[in-house]
């Protein structure tokens, strides 16, 4: 199924398509082998007596998590999230539709661990899990973004999501593991980062970085690494350090920190945002990466920690600190391991913060000031990624997750739209690339999937003159360039919320000592490093 | 609230599928008013006044079997939600649609059933104590249907009734920053890992 693939042309109206059935079929992702493997602690390779393995797994995820059990129990069948996933919306295999998907995993579930399904399998659809069938998990829940878009539309909210992550946790524990994520996860936990940056290539990457910024506005805006004592630890994705268009946000958030005087740092040893345990749905991994952000914030003895724009590490940091890691507030008083970091924490701010939340709460401070023209040749619409749109919240208002970052876009620029409707907020459809697809082996998936987001956009286009689309999200960044070309768009039209900011900010030239500061927090701040 | 109204209203069934929504919907509702004006066969004892407001219900055997064959086309018809269908699902349909128009049979049409002699035997299923029932024909089809129907509460995708009410993307509450979820098999795990993690991540005080 390699590169023979059509791009899918964008309808005037996303219609549902006729199925076709087998079009996705195929070998899925590149196999991970046993140099990733082994230090996740998974098999090297598919085991031998993978049946056994598997079926026991299975039995564990069902008892451990009342979702996934719920989830495989409910399902009425009644079709009503079949034509919501953008994979199948643009590929057109059934299999791509999300009960048919969780079908794959649940006629084995019905099969083993149901009463119907071990008597009557011909009838209630019940399958065994033989070599065929673990070909098509693998296949297809390497098709699935876990962008949680199906569960909002079925009455019972069974989420696609949690069951993709579940068989992936299955098939790495028989030793089938993706390489992308398990390459990409073992930098994370050895080194600090999904790229493996070590430190001094981070130093010097963002000393560049101050270099640059100062030479083009003559203020000298600090990045921080591994400043001890600073008041924020900011976790943002790595991609923010080096890409195109991600380094651009990085440069926003900078001067945001910069023009409220506030001290903050970034961590060599927690460099990253991303928590690609999420995707491979392990606790274990999940939570060792988030261990490390524990870990950082109590080294540095920071009193906030904050997230920079992305998606799925917004939904951990949101949804999953607080338990992984105790990153966040009411631990239980009797809980040492969380309360050791809560006590330390500062409970006058949302533990952890997004940097959406903190800019935002400058703006409506009045601490910040714009040159809103700046952004006059822009005509700007925003993408909500999947993870912040269904899995988090922003400011503590309901909906503030798609308010926030709108109020904020509007603040630094004259021309908004929005897109469709039903393309965006809870219903938003994925970027396409999410959930440990972004990797060039899936790329046709990957512009298929794309398709839904790439029709509304070219509506806002022509209606519009819609020219730029904000993410905050790095990999609906990432996949946006590599896909936005295919559809006859800029690949250069996808930024970051801070690349706005960013452009449209007025800095003071060097600030010397402001009294007239309400901060909240009154600390001796010890401005940037040395 | 968001659960109330969605087990009211079925609130994103109606975001999703306007078609699968109205028959669905009208399925339930005809199923609930139908279901409690049959609480007048298990009421011990003369019948309170009350009950004379549910008499209407009755019509609501119609829009139940209107809805039943809708969804019933729609799993024919719509390639998608064929594709999805196991056999199981066509027959929940059958089962509830004879149940229905049987139902309906009896109350619609001259052949009613000796409603005196149903009660003596319902409420006596309440204590246990079988008496005899009446033998007419669509009667005993009804019953022994719901009973079928009864059995398979437990093994079929009826469970779908209870687990709506437990499904964590429509009850949990949205405070992850507030309040340190974390359940005891993680806590165990954490307690127990502590060590180890010392020594992997370097000093953790
Ligand atoms: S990609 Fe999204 S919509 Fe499609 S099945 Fe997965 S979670 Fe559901
Ligand atoms: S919407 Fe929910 S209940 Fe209906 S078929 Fe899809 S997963 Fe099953």
């Given amino acids: ?530 | 609230m968001r659960m109330a109204r969605e087990v009211v209203l079925f609130e994103s069934l109606f975001k999703s599928n306007k078609w699968t929504w109205l028959f669905g919907w009208l399925f339930h509702v005809g199923l609930l008013l139908v279901l409690i004006r049959h609480a007048r066969y298990f009421w011990p004892g003369d019948l309170p006044e009350i009950f004379l407001l549910v008499q209407p219900f009755k019509y609501a055997a119609f829009a139940m079997v209107i809805g039943l064959i809708g969804l019933m086309g729609r799993r024919i018809a719509v390639e998608r939600i064929r594709y999805i269908s196991a056999p199981s699902d066509y027959l929940m349909l059958i089962l509830m649609l004879v149940i229905g128009i049987s139902g309906a049979v009896m109350t619609f049409t001259s052949n009613h059933t000796d409603v005196i002699m149903v009660k003596q035997f319902a409420s006596g299923l309440l204590t246990f104590d079988w008496a005899n029932l009446p033998t007419e024909v669509h009667f005993l089809v009804h019953i022994f249907m719901v009973f079928v129907l009864m059995a398979i509460f437990p093994i079929s995708k009826l469970l779908h009734v209870p687990g709506v009410f437990f499904s964590p993307t429509r009850n949990q509450v949205d405070d992850a920053r507030k309040k340190r979820h974390i359940s005891p098999w993680a806590l165990r795990q954490e307690k127990e890992q502590e060590v180890r993690l010392n020594e992997t991540l370097g000093k953790d005080e």
């Fill in chain 1, 1 to 530: 199924m390699a590169d023979d693939f059509e791009v899918p042309k964008l309808p005037t109206y996303l219609e549902i398509p006729k199925m076709n059935e087998g079009v996705m079929a195929g070998d899925g992702p590149f196999k991970s082998v046993e140099e990733f493997q082994t230090p996740l602690g998974f098999p090297g390779a598919k085991v031998d007596n993978w049946q056994e393995v598997a079926i026991n797994k299975m039995g564990e995820l069902k008892s451990k998590y009342r979702s996934v059990q719920v989830f495989l129990d409910a399902c009425v069948k009644c079709g009503a999230c079949t034509d919501k996933c953008h994979y199948f919306l643009g590929s057109s295999d059934p299999k791509n539709m999300p009960v048919a998907r969780q079908d794959l995993f649940r006629s084995v579930y019905r099969r083993h661990f149901t009463f119907a399904g071990k008597y009557f399998p011909k009838l209630v659809g019940a399958k065994e899990l033989d070599d065929a069938m673990l070909d098509d998990w693998y296949n297809y829940f390497h098709q699935c973004s876990q962008c949680r878009r199906c569960s909002v539309f079925c009455p019972y909210g069974i989420d696609t999501a949690e069951i993709s992550m579940a068989a992936r946790e299955v098939l790495d524990a028989v030793g089938i593991g993706q390489k992308y994520c398990n390459q990409i996860l073992g930098k994370a936990i050895t080194i600090g980062n999904n790229l493996g940056l070590p430190e001094p290539a981070l130093r010097d990457t963002l000393l560049d970085l101050e270099e640059e910024i100062e030479e083009e506005t003559g203020v000298a805006v600090k990045y921080p690494l591994d400043q001890k004592g600073a008041e924020i630890l900011l976790i943002t994705p790595s991609a923010d350090f080096f890409a195109e268009p991600h380094i651009d946000g990085l440069i926003g958030y900078g001067k945001v920190f910069h023009q409220d005087g506030v001290s903050w740092t970034m961590s060599s040893y927690a460099s990253e945002g991303a928590n690609f345990g999420m995707f491979i749905g392990s606790y274990d991994i999940m939570r060792k990466a988030a261990l490390r952000i524990r870990k950082a914030a109590l080294d540095l003895e920071v009193s906030r920690v904050m997230v920079g724009e992305c998606g799925h590490a917004w939904r951990v940091a949101y949804s999953f600190w607080n338990t992984l890691s105790g990153v966040g507030a009411g631990a239980d008083i009797s809980d040492e391991h969380a309360m050791k970091l809560q006590n330390q924490l500062d409970s006058r701010y949302p533990q952890p913060q997004h940097i959406i939340e903190y800019t935002h709460d400058l703006i409506q401070r009045n601490k910040l000031k714009f040159d809103k023209s700046a952004n006059d040749d822009r005509t700007v619409t925003f993408h909500d990624s999947c993870n912040v749109a269904r899995a988090t919240n922003m400011g503590g208002i309901p909906n503030g997750q798609f308010i926030l970052p709108r109020e904020v876009i509007k603040a630094v620029c004259n021309n908004y739209v929005d897109m469709e409707r039903s393309t965006i907020m809870e219903s938003t459809f994925c970027c396409g690339g999410g959930g440990g697809l972004l990797t060039d082996d899936l790329m046709e998936i990957r512009i298929k999937g794309a398709m839904p987001r790439m029709q509304a956009l070219k509506e806002v286009e022509k209606t519009d003159a819609v020219d730029t689309l904000v993410a905050i999200c790095a990999i609906c960044k990432s996949q946006f360039s590599k896909v936005l070309p295919k559809f006859d768009f800029d690949p250069y039209m996808i930024v970051s919320a801070h690349q706005l900011v960013s452009e449209a900010i007025i800095m003071d030239k060097p600030q010397t000592d402001d009294s007239e500061a309400e901060m909240p927090i009154e600390e001796t701040i010890t401005e940037t490093v040395e």
